[in-house]
């Protein structure tokens, strides 16, 4: 499978979530207790089932709460849970039968959108017979014997996940196919700090008063997205609320809006990050681009209030060299001058976006990318560690967005941050990367692609 599917553990107080958790991880990620109300916060992991690669979530047990209480925030990350995942497992305890919060519970989830399979956890030796067969008035469908300490039933739970797992990989490829062939529109957030333009942007990118706009900050709270077009190809454009310092956050909303602007840059293959002309780059500004960078996303800088800056050469090349100085991640990253409220330099900004969306879908020919290892190294050798010389055997390119290699060494690990930092930039300027967020894996181990 490509992309993990995602799977929410859920259930009442001490029915063996995570223990279920743990034995599909493959390990004891969650603490496990007899005490009822161990886990409290969702825990994400990876796990696995046969064939099928697995992101699992583990969610603390529900109960009937509301307000402001603790157990009425963990029933909130249960929700968020079942919302996010793919699939949902539902525990009941088969020996102590179906209770009344089982049945709360059942109720609950046969109103969201979200598959249920139904465990009857705790039937090994069959001593919780009695329950599974009472577990079919949930009506979620005939409950599946297992039992979480001891593995049983782990073929028969393969069996009932398989054909979800096929329906989302199959929708994920469809989605894929739509985005090479220009169909899908393209995901493009616009971001920034509170009150630099970013709405008045999307309004003159439209055409129409679209989003309201003010001198106050912060009229803009959820992350609101438009369909559009450009030259004949559909983008959804997405206004995000503007991002303080966290340490500034104290208003429970605007932590909301938070939430929901990483969630779009986080979803977006393109982020336009929107800088006020006067007071560009300030350490909230880098703080933002370091976010889309760190997602792997298509940034460009948009510096607006152009239109209001006096010394546009002094300031341009001091925007320059902050950005070589604290981004020296990234170099390159595209910068476009505008004023979005009379539309100046406007034109210039999606043709670019476009132009480097494009170098983020690129991939380089594997036979190209060993020539050029074999240069970078004849030219630097990696350094001895430990008295050893580390041996670079083999590199491939095995994704795009954003292009993410794999180097194949003698000793993997030890390979020096200096080194890989010199094979980054080498990959940057000898494949005209430039200005687009690169991801070079280093694993131990011989040229997997070699005959033997």
Known sequence: MGAPFTIAIVGRPNVGKSTLFNRLAGKKLAIVDDTPGITRDRRQGPGRLGDLDL????????????????????????????RDADLVLF??????????????????????????????????????????LEAYRLGLGEPIAFSAEH????????SAIQPFADAAAEALADIDAADEDGSAPMQLAIVGRPNVGKSTLLNRLVGEERMLTGPEAGITRDAIAVEWSFEGRPIRLIDTAGLR?????????????????????????LVVLVLDGEVMLERQDLTIARRIIDEGRVLVIAVNKWDAVKDKKAKRR????????????????????????TGRGLDKLLPTAFRYFDVWNRRVPTAQLNRWLEEMEQRHPPPLVQGRRIRLRYMTQAKTRPPTFVLFSSRGTALPEDY?????????????????????NVRSGKNPYAEE
């Open 245 to 269: 310092r966290r340490a500034r956050v104290s208003d429970k909303v605007e932590h909301l809006s938070a939430e929901d602007s990483a969630r779009a840059i986080q979803y977006a293959q």
């Open 151 to 158: 593995g049983d039933g782990l073929s028969e739970l393969y």
């Open 420 to 440: 890989r930092r010199y094979l980054v930039n080498g990959i940057r300027d000898s494949f005209d990367l430039a200005g687009i967020p690169l991801r070079l």
């Open 91 to 132: 525990l009941i305890d088969a020996r102590a039968g179906v209770t009344p919060l089982d049945q709360h519970f059942a109720n609950w989830l046969r109103a969201k959108d979200t598959p249920v399979l139904l465990l009857a956890n705790k039937c090994e030796g069959r001593a919780g017979e009695p329950g599974r």
């Open 55 to 82: 992101e699992l979530i583990d969610t603390a047990g529900f109960e009937e709460a509301s307000g402001e209480s603790l157990e009425a925030r963990m029933r909130e990350q249960t929700n968020r849970a079942v």
């Open 318 to 341: 001091d925007l320059e060299d902050r950005l070589e100085k604290s981004l020296p991640q990234i170099r390159g990253v595209p910068v476009v001058t505008l004023s979005a409220l």
